[in-house]
Nanobody, 127 residues
Framework: DVQLQASGGGLVRTGGSLRLSCAAS????????ITWFRQAPGKEREGVSC????????YYADSVKGRFTIASDSAKNTVYLQINNMKPEDTAVYSC????????????????????WGQGTLVTVSS
């Protein structure tokens, strides 16, 4: 079975950091791009970052550029999302998905064409 499991969320103060993990199984990890996205209460889903295993490229939404860093460990079939200088507006459920490529445009990371979807982890940033 295909699984994408996000973990590492929690309660953080403004200015703090977190590292989220997306552990994948059930498909050929290196054949897919992994996208991190988030959804805050009452808001639309927002792609924040994508890692392309085909060429090792990383992409970020303009809204998080400079604070978020994505990295992959193929030996562990895991993609990480490091979030620094956290803000209350980062509060959301963070999830990951797998697609054949990163879909990027207009300063955004597009998520709708993902092939596999995982369950999320809640991140709460207190002010």
């Amino acid at each position: 079975d295909v699984q994408l499991q996000a973990s590492g969320g929690g309660l953080v103060r403004t200015g703090g950091s977190l590292r989220l993990s997306c552990a994948a199984s059930g498909f050929t990890f290196d054949n897919y791009a992994i996208t991190w996205f988030r959804q805050a209460p009452g808001k639309e889903r927002e792609g924040v970052s994508c890692f392309s295993h085909s060429d090792g490229s990383s992409y970020y939404a303009d809204s998080v550029k400079g604070r978020f860093t994505i990295a992959s460990d193929s030996a562990k079939n895991t993609v990480y999302l490091q979030i620094n200088n956290m803000k209350p507006e980062d509060t959301a459920v963070y999830s990951c998905s797998a697609s054949t490529r990163c879909w990027v445009g207009w300063g955004k990371i597009l998520v709708d064409d993902s092939d596999y979807w995982g369950q999320g982890t809640l991140v709460t940033v207190s002010s």
